[in-house]
C-alpha cells in the first residue's frame, strides 16, 4: 500500500527558531513530491520537488528530495507567527491512464509563539 | 484569474438528501480532481478526471458520482448523503503533462464544508 508519513505531527516553536519537518514514503512508481501549506482553508503550493539532492528555496523555506532513502525535508529559518499552519506533504505517482491524484500525508502543524 | 472555484462553500443536507457540488478552474488545465479532507485522515482523493471526457476512482470514491461538463468544470454528486460524509471538499486542477515538470502542481479551490444530519 502506498504511504507517505509526516513527522512531527504537531510542533510548538517560538519566534525566530528554525524547525525542520519530515516527510518519509513508500510508494510504487514515484513521480514527484509537493509541499503544501494550509492555514484553514485551501491548500496552497509551497514546492515540488523530483530530484535528489537539489534543494528548493523560497525566502526562509528551504526544501529537498532524497529519492535513495525516500524522504524530504521542508525547512524553515527565522520563524514568524505568520508560519503557523499545517504544512502537507504529497506523492504524485506515475500512471499509465495518465494524470494521477496526490497522495497525501497527515500533516504537521506547526505553531509558532511570539 | 479566478483561479479554482467552488461553490457552495457551506452546506448542510438531511441523511438521504442529494446534492452536487460545483467545481470550475479557468487556468485551461487538463486534469482535475476532488479530494475529502477530515481530522486526522488528511486529504483522499475521491475522483479524478484526467482530461476532458475521462474520470477515474480514486482511493474513497464510494458514494459518490462526478462529471467532467467541459474542460472547465467538474462536479461532485451525493445521490443519498450520509453522516459519513461530512467534511470537506476540495477541487484541484493541474495542467499534467506525461513527461513531468511543473505540470504535476495541482491548485487548490477554497473547500466546501459539508456537513449531513
Known amino acids: 500500500e502506498d504511504k507517505v508519513v509526516q513527522s512531527p505531527l504537531s510542533l510548538v516553536v517560538h519566534e525566530g527558531d528554525t524547525v525542520t519537518l519530515n516527510c518519509s514514503y513508500e510508494v510504487t512508481n514515484f513521480r514527484s513530491l509537493l509541499w503544501y501549506k494550509q492555514e484553514k482553508k485551501a491548500p496552497t503550493f509551497l514546492f515540488m520537488l523530483?530530484?535528489?539532492?537539489i534543494e528548493k528555496k523560497s525566502g526562509r523555506l528551504s526544501s529537498i528530495l532524497d529519492k535513495k532513502e525516500l524522504f524530504s525535508i521542508l525547512n524553515i529559518t527565522a520563524t514568524q507567527t505568520g508560519d503557523s499552519a499545517v504544512y502537507l506533504c504529497a506523492v504524485l505517482m506515475y500512471s499509465g491512464g495518465g494524470a494521477d491524484g496526490l497522495t497525501f500525508g497527515k500533516g504537521t502543524h506547526l505553531i509558532i509563539q511570539p | 484569474n479566478a483561479g479554482v472555484t467552488q461553490t457552495p462553500k457551506f452546506q448542510v443536507l438531511k441523511t438521504g438528501q442529494s446534492m452536487t457540488l460545483q467545481c470550475a478552474q479557468d487556468m485551461n488545465h487538463n486534469s482535475m480532481y476532488w479530494y475529502r479532507q477530515d481530522p486526522g485522515m488528511g486529504l483522499r482523493l475521491i475522483y479524478y478526471?484526467?482530461?476532458?471526457?475521462?474520470?477515474d476512482k480514486g482511493e474513497v470514491p464510494n458514494g459518490y458520482n462526478v462529471s467532467r461538463l467541459n474542460k472547465r468544470e467538474f462536479s461532485l454528486r451525493l445521490e443519498s448523503a450520509a453522516p459519513s460524509q461530512t467534511s470537506v471538499y476540495f477541487c484541484?486542477?493541474?495542467?499534467?503533462?506525461?513527461?513531468?515538470?511543473?505540470?504535476?502542481?495541482?491548485?487548490f479551490g477554497p473547500g466546501t464544508r459539508l456537513t449531513v444530519l
Open positions: 523530483t530530484s535528489s539532492g
Open positions: 478526471s484526467a482530461s476532458e471526457g475521462t474520470t
Open positions: 484541484a486542477s493541474s495542467e499534467y503533462i506525461r513527461s513531468g515538470g511543473a505540470g504535476d502542481t495541482q491548485y
